[in-house]
């Protein structure tokens, strides 16, 4: 009989390229990781490691056994989330990956729901950028993920993810209040702060510059939209901005409409064996109506 927690490793190692990153992401050393790896090589008869300078490789054989793991994970997490289902009650630890601006807006109003209607049920909330989160998730290092979409740029999908809307919101130009600027045109001589490159963000502002007729001084690069606003409020720098960021806060800066009002898209992914799982449930339940609350 094969040892489930050793193929799952072996599933790992697929997916995250490294000994050292499976030992990281399991909190095992790599040694471990290794010795445990050799061990199911000898369990199976065959070669399933090949070392490529300082990588390591799977073979054909060990790529049949990571596709027959994944499905036996997912049967497993179905069969927990389905006996998850026979309570009444929602408990346990369902850990969240976010990203900032839905951190802010939307979860101190879920996570104050959560607490009320479901006490017995733990949320632990990771920020992260979309992204990877979707990855992460699809891992199994978090349980569901807030994320979003930009106009023109599809989110990363992954086959055991569903993707449930939450909210939209519309994107801005944003400038400081004695700024001269009233359109993207305007601000081709303009400082601008973006996020750092990769995140699907920073790719949709790119964009919406060049096709305005420019390239964007980009000269101040973070992912801190707090920060991004304390640029703009001082005259320092542009950005295009969520209307998301102003929840709950004053807008301290002039905001114009974009051409084609483009609005970005806020979703949540969860693995399509735990769906229907009570954490999960209440999770979206309080999201959902933490949106709607914010919407009306």
């Not at 054909?60 to 289902?85: G, I, K, N």
């Not at 601000?187 to 919406?208: C, D, K, L, T």
């Not at 305005?212 to 801190?224: H, I, L, Q, S």
Request: glycine letters at 4%; proline letters at 5%; a negative charge.
């Amino acid at each position: 009989m094969l040892d489930v927690r050793r193929l799952r490793l072996l599933r790992e190692l697929a997916i995250r390229g490294t000994l050292a990153e499976v030992a990281s992401a399991l909190n095992q050393s790599p040694s471990s990781v290794s010795q445990q790896l050799a061990q199911l090589e000898r369990e199976v008869g065959v070669e399933l490691l090949r070392k490529v300078g300082r990588r390591v490789h799977l073979t054909p054989q060990a790529e049949l056994l990571v596709e027959h793991t994944t499905a036996v994970l997912e049967r497993l997490e179905l069969a927990e989330s389905e006996l998850a289902q026979s309570f009444t009650t929602a408990t346990g630890v369902v850990r969240l990956a976010v990203f900032q601006s839905a951190a802010l807006a939307l979860m101190p109003r879920a996570l104050t729901l959560l607490a009320r209607e479901h006490p017995q049920l733990r949320v632990e909330m990771t920020q992260r950028e979309p992204e990877t989160a979707l990855t992460e998730t699809w891992a199994r290092d978090f349980d569901l993920v807030i994320a979003e979409q930009y106009p023109g740029h599809a989110a990363p999908r992954h086959p055991e993810l569903d993707r449930v809307r939450l909210t939209g919101d519309a994107i801005s130009l944003a400038v400081a209040p004695s700024s001269a600027i009233r359109s993207i045109a305007d601000a081709a001589s303009s400082a601008w702060v973006m996020e750092p490159r990769g995140a699907a963000s920073r790719h949709w502002a790119e964009q919406a510059c060049r096709q305005a007729g420019f390239e964007p001084d980009v000269r101040f690069e973070t992912a801190d939209l707090q920060a991004q606003i304390r640029l703009i409020e001082s005259g320092n720098a542009v950005a295009l901005l969520p209307d998301l960021v102003w929840t709950e806060r004053s807008r301290s800066v002039t905001l114009l409409p974009l051409d084609g009002d483009p609005h970005r898209t806020i979703f949540t992914s969860a693995r399509q064996a735990t769906v229907r799982s009570p954490g999960i449930v209440a999770v979206r339940d309080a999201l959902t109506r933490t949106a709607e609350s914010l919407a009306g």
